[in-house]
């Protein structure tokens, strides 16, 4: 059995390594979560506030030994994505879709993927030891065990914390049979402060009776843009403006990154001629072929086409510019009845009254998708 100097050697050697690799911070914990952990997964669960992402259950995602039986140690890895503008700016222009900080260059799961990889070997290798890694690939809550491990602290956005990066890191995780000292848990600085719950554009985040935060998934852009695959409740629709994938309101807000620096990996640093805004007339017309060509090395491949359009067709509904016209219109014509259905609205939103009447005239007795029928009803009430 090692001894606990070895064992604390170990931990330093580990972290050092783990700089040299590329990561920015690194913490050690029990695979353990505590009590209430579960509980708030639980009464989220119940309320219905994690949406359709049906995936989200409770059993192996509170237990992280369960997900390998051999762990004795989460390594939690974390890598900076801080922006080096303010990701909020693009927000003025309506004409130019906004795509969320994390998703702007190369997919983040294969850059913490490569990284995690690299040390997950060099771990197994040097101590004889057994290491599996995880980056968004299996059930776990890695916000609270990064709190753990003194990453951070979840802030009333929910999201980790950390005093030297912000709002802006990407987390990975290394189980391992090394039994290694855990690191302290991080204490929450949140304060009073509510300004990402403030900053919130459809109200998504509280507070709850402890005064942390708590999140409803279904009022979340994020969530919408993203994870959620049918019809955007028409309600939520103007909040998303010229937003067409995540959101970053609430991060963007925190005062904790007025201490970070921006992002040192190449793969995951954003110019302004790269994806923070695209041309919404542009990114209308795109068939499956050309928008898996445009975007296979990027986050956004993983809500296909079909959503992608959807939000592309809203942000065009959004941004009152008449010359949105002719492209929404051959939208009606899609082969998807999510498409199509974002077009109806876009073109209500983006024509005149009479216009849109003549326009529901000729195409409502033509439509056969029930969900799209009920955009050109409902749409017409609207306008």
Request: aromatic content about 12%; charged content about 20%; glycine content about 4%.
């Given at each position: 059995m090692c001894r606990l100097d070895d064992l604390q050697t170990a931990s330093a050697v580990i972290r050092a390594k783990a700089r040299a690799i590329g990561f920015n911070t690194i913490g050690f914990t029990q695979p353990a979560l505590p009590e209430k952990i579960r509980t708030n997964l639980l009464d989220f669960l119940a309320e219905g506030r994690h949406g359709d992402m049906g995936w989200m259950t409770a059993k192996r995602r509170t237990d992280p030994y369960s997900l390998w039986p051999g762990t004795l140690t989460v390594i939690i890895l974390g890598l900076s994505y801080a922006p080096a503008v303010n990701p909020l700016t693009p927000l003025r222009d309506p004409g130019r879709g906004t795509i969320s900080v994390h998703a702007r260059k190369r997919d983040y799961h294969h850059v913490m993927r490569n990284r995690l990889q690299t040390l997950g070997r060099w771990i197994c290798t040097t101590f004889h030891a057994e290491a599996k890694i995880f980056v968004d690939t299996a059930p776990i809550m890695e916000k609270p065990l990064a709190q753990m491990a003194g990453l951070g602290w979840q802030g009333r956005h929910t999201n980790l914390v950390s005093r030297r990066f912000g709002s802006w890191l990407f987390l990975g995780e290394i189980f391992t049979s090394l039994a290694l000292p855990p690191d302290r848990p991080h204490p929450v600085h949140c304060g009073t402060c509510s300004r990402c719950q403030d900053s919130c554009p459809t109200g998504a985040l509280t507070c709850g009776a402890s005064g942390s935060g708590k999140i409803d998934a279904r009022r979340c852009l994020a969530y919408l843009t993203i994870e959620h695959r049918g019809s955007i409740p028409s309600v939520l629709r103007?909040?998303?403006?010229?937003?067409?994938?995540?959101?970053?309101?609430?991060?963007?807000?925190?005062?904790?990154?007025?201490?970070?620096?921006?992002?040192?990996?190449?793969?995951?640093?954003?110019?302004?001629?790269?994806?923070?805004?695209?041309?919404?007339?542009?990114?209308?017309?795109?068939?499956?072929?050309?928008?898996?060509?445009?975007?296979h090395n990027s986050a956004l491949h993983r809500i296909g086409r079909n959503r992608f359009l959807r939000n592309v067709l809203i942000a065009i509904g959004n941004s009152g510019s008449y010359a949105m016209v002719p492209v929404s219109l051959t939208r009606l014509h899609d082969n998807s009845p999510l498409v199509r259905g974002a077009a109806v609205w876009a073109l209500s939103r983006l024509l005149r009254p009479e216009q849109f009447t003549l326009l529901r005239t000729r195409y409502l007795p033509e439509e056969r998708d029930t969900t799209v029928q009920m955009e050109w009803i409902q749409s017409g009430m609207e306008v």
């Open positions: 103007p909040f998303l403006g010229n937003r067409i994938y995540g959101c970053d309101s609430c991060l963007a807000v925190c005062p904790w990154n007025k201490f970070t620096t921006p992002t040192e990996v190449k793969d995951l640093q954003s110019h302004a001629n790269d994806k923070q805004t695209l041309d919404l007339a542009a990114l209308a017309t795109l068939d499956l072929s050309v928008f898996y060509e445009n975007f």
